[in-house]
């Protein structure tokens, strides 16, 4: 049994370690208003170099973390030159994308060079613990905080003393000021991606010595355990990141005190929540206000959307209706009927992230809400599995928009979060809320696919009612998208101050959005559930949030039939080239990297 | 106030600019001479901070000539065009607002690296503005209107400029600041610096400038020497009528 002190220690340790994310985070967006979501894949990286300098260089431990250093700065770099600065002009939420993008290439390379299973990272450090008051403490907490510290102090002599850092400072201020007083900006960028780089790499490299293990899981972790210290800090204030990371790691050591481990991730996120809902700017921002213009704007491009005639996509309609009936594999069917499921997810989000421009990386809760409502009605009380599904998806669009409501004053890249954030706590809520949903153990045994009493056992039967129901929604959307509705929806996107002048609720509409968004997500998360047969809380994760936002903004953001073609073209393509399954993530990040940078309206066009 | 035309310091010729599908500019073609102060009249919407912008390289012209010291500045990056001797005193003054006073007059000699000459110029501003001594220290963001025009103008000659572009430098002060920053504006020019200043209060900036153009809704409808145009009815027309046309 640990004391408080001990329990103290852990966390502020922890925190320092956070910090060093954080306060990337917090550079990178002071200078380029933008979240950085590839922090965490860096701090990965700088995880596996350690590893190799430590196990197979053997290398002195100061050497260890210099080296881990130099190599995560210049992945920084790198990020900054190829990744980023293509974009400068582009609409605001496109180098957040692109960030996304290249944390799935940059983890699933780690993956694929040293595989997903977890690795012991020695510290290097003798294994002593010294007695202090109540609780101990051993050489390797004593590490992180003197690297920790030494950053901090390092960075404030960098920023304070230095002229580069004068320039720092300033062009996180005013980007423009500081282009007319002749600092270079993309230097100032290339600087604080090194900077936030060097730190995130050595915080992976601690991180693995702390806990003496590394897997790959590590990334997306780290990401948002540094969104939610910088947003608590405020995002783009460098010392708020360091006390919102030293808060959130005592937050999270206190909360396993009481409540236990699997409870750690939940605190964290909604801390994050509550900070965004009731002070977006950060608990020590005087403003209670989101920072203004620079978040908003959505990833619409403009754009002539390609007009497929209607006859066109009857004839679509028709011939995939009968495909079962010709001579297609079993495989053929399987692969279309994940694109169907994958379809009415990007025809909800592409509506919500699309239409209305709200840019959500949690979606995946939707189907998870829909999948654990309809799997337990159908389970536990025998509701038959075509009104069980039915009522995942109101369960969905009911929970769905109550959860994010709280976030409708939200804007820009703190939309992103907070739906990130909320999809994390549905995953949490379920692994921990054990008496309802089996916590990590799952529900299996969830009844097939049934219609008025008949089994949908056949791959035919369950081909044709996935792409029913998906032809239903699309069409359902496509009215909407032609009515009154559907213009108030794209004004709130193009410009909700406009939009709120011109007396449009954006509360109610946003609501709309979501209420009919998330329907369709959870029915297609109810019909995964029992055609799947067992589902648990990592069943519906946020890679597959991304997957979406690819395959919608592939499709062309808002754009209906984009949305099913992309969902087509990214299920189907990996399978006609047979792409090894553990490539794919990898294709996924390439072509989310290649169509902002390229092709940022999509195959079809946006609307 | 001189009559002699001086060598050309700054030229824009024939400038189009475009904001997507809108032009903002229609052949633009002005002229600061060497050693003038050069005022551009207009109302809101003329363009005149796109004027600034394409000076500065915040915006690039879809065609036109912009040279300076008989070079073109096309192509150029803001911080080279700062380089090559144009300072800047924003719209709105766009103070570094978390940085002290002394920091921000410093950012504006950015681009030198000669640091004692840059202290003795920090001296040389506190005799210019000596309202700042005392509030070197404080967070530029707290001060009032008048004292950022003040940093403002101070940043902006840090950078030893031989041109200062200033965007409504009068905008939002009161009558007795207003005075005292077109005072500021002859003394600096009288040091040798040219100026290029955009503005709205015409009756005011006439007063101190050498030459004046009145650009309306993109287009120099009038220009010539200040004391030829402060008593043109042509003026105060132009002037209300772009003010109409925003
Ligand atoms: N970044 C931009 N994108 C699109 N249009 C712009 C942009 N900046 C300015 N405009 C438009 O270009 C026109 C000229 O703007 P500009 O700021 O140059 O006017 P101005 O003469 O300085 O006006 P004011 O007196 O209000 O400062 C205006 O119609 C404005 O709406
Ligand atoms: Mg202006």
Known sequence: MSSWLDYTINGLIVGNVYALVAVGLALIFGVSRLINFAQGSIYLVGAYIGWVAVVQLHTPLPLTIIFVAAVAALVGLIIERFGLRPLQNSVRIAPLLATIGISFVLDQLVMLTFSPNPRALPSQLPDVRFQVGGGTIGPLDLLIAGVGISSALLLFVFLRYTKLGWAVRAASQDRDAAMQMGVDVNRVNQTVFGIAAALGGVSGLLVGMYYNQIDTAMSLQATLKGVVAEVVGGAGNVPGAVVGSLLLGLVESYGVAVFGTSYRNLFAFLLLVVVLVLRPNGLFASARQAPPEPLTGTFIAPSRPVRIPRWGLAVAVALFGILPLLPVSFYVLQTLINAWLLGMLALSLTLVAGTIGQVSLGHAALLAIGAYTSALLSLTLSVPVGLAIIAGGLMSAALGTLLISPSFRLRGHYVSIATLAIGEIVSLVILNWESVTRGPIGISGIPPLSLFGYDLISPASVYWFAFAVMVVLALLQARLLGSHLGRSFRAIRDDDIAARAYGISLNRYKSLAFIFGGFAAGVSGGIAAHLYSYINHETFNTQQSILALTVVILGGLGNVVGAIVGAVALVGLPEIFRIAAEYRILIYGIVLLLLVRFRPQGLLGTI | ?246
């Open chain 2, 1 to 246: 106030m001189t009559t002699s035309a001086p060598e050309p310091l700054l030229a824009l010729s024939d400038v189009n600019t475009f904001y997507g599908q809108a032009q903002v500019h229609f052949d633009l073609s002005i002229t600061v001479g060497r050693g003038h102060i050069v005022c551009l009249l207009g109302g809101n919407a003329s363009g005149k901070s796109t004027t600034m912008k394409i000076i500065l390289g915040l915006v690039k012209p879809r065609s036109g000539e912009v040279t300076f010291d008989g070079a073109s500045l096309i192509g150029l990056t803001t911080p080279q065009i700062v380089r090559r001797g144009i300072a800047s005193v924003p719209e709105a003054r766009r103070l570094f607002a978390d940085m002290s006073v002394r920091e921000n007059i410093l950012m504006g000699a950015f681009v030198r690296n000669d640091r004692d000459a840059v202290a003795q110029d920090l001296d040389r501003m506190l005799t210019l503005f000596p309202k700042l001594g005392q509030r070197l220290s404080q967070r530029a963001g707290s001060l009032s209107g008048g004292e950022q025009q003040m940093v403002a103008m101070a940043r902006a000659l840090m950078s030893r400029p031989s041109l200062i572009v200033m965007d409504e430098p009068t905008m939002g002060l009161s009558p007795l600041y207003v005075d005292r920053v077109l005072e500021l504006i002859r003394t600096i020019n009288q040091e040798g610096v040219s100026v290029f200043m955009v503005e709205q209060n015409a009756s005011l900036a006439l007063e101190i400038a050498h030459e004046a153009y009145v650009l309306q809704t993109g287009k120099i409808v009038l220009s010539g020497p200040a004391r030829a145009l402060k008593d043109d009815p042509r003026v105060r027309d132009a002037y209300l009528g772009g003010a109409e046309a925003a």
